[in-house]
């Protein structure tokens, strides 16, 4: 990866956010993945497997999937969590969001770069 040239956010204001969701499979997580990183909602996505353990229609679950960690600016979630509703297969899908507080400024600069 090459350095990236050190940018601010449009509004000046944004900052990095993690944001997690969780689903069934390896192909689909691959496929939202590519899509995100595609549409420059994230600027990474990673991919790990991880055994959920969580009630459903009154049914204890336990169930192996796969989780999503999204590296980007806070300012693009209201985006983010209507492309992933629309895309997930999920009934509920899990969208957890969460703002930053620090980040290396090399590493802030390349995800603004990446996403918009």
Same mark, same amino acid.
């Given at each position: 990866?090459?350095?990236? #040239? ?9 900052? !990095?956010?993690?944001? *997690? #969701? #969780?689903?069934?499979?390896?192909? *689909? ?11 420059? !909602? ?17 049914? *204890? ?6 989780? !999503? ?6 300012? !693009? ?37 990446? #996403?918009?």
């Amino acid at each position: 990866m090459s350095k990236p #040239t050190k940018r601010s956010s449009k509004s000046g204001q944004d900052h !990095l956010a993690i944001i *997690e #969701t #969780t689903i069934g499979s390896p192909e *689909e997580a691959r496929r939202l993945a590519r899509a995100l990183v595609e549409e420059k !909602l994230a600027a990474c996505v990673q991919i790990s497997q991880i055994t959920s353990h969580y009630m459903w229609q009154e049914r *204890e679950q336990e169930e192996t999937e796969y989780r !999503l960690r999204l590296k980007t600016r806070a300012s !693009l979630w209201p985006k983010i969590e209507i492309f992933i509703q629309q895309a997930h297969p999920y009934d509920v899908p899990q969208l957890i969001f969460y703002k930053l507080s620090g980040a290396s400024a090399d590493y802030q600069a390349w995800v603004f770069e990446e #996403t918009q």
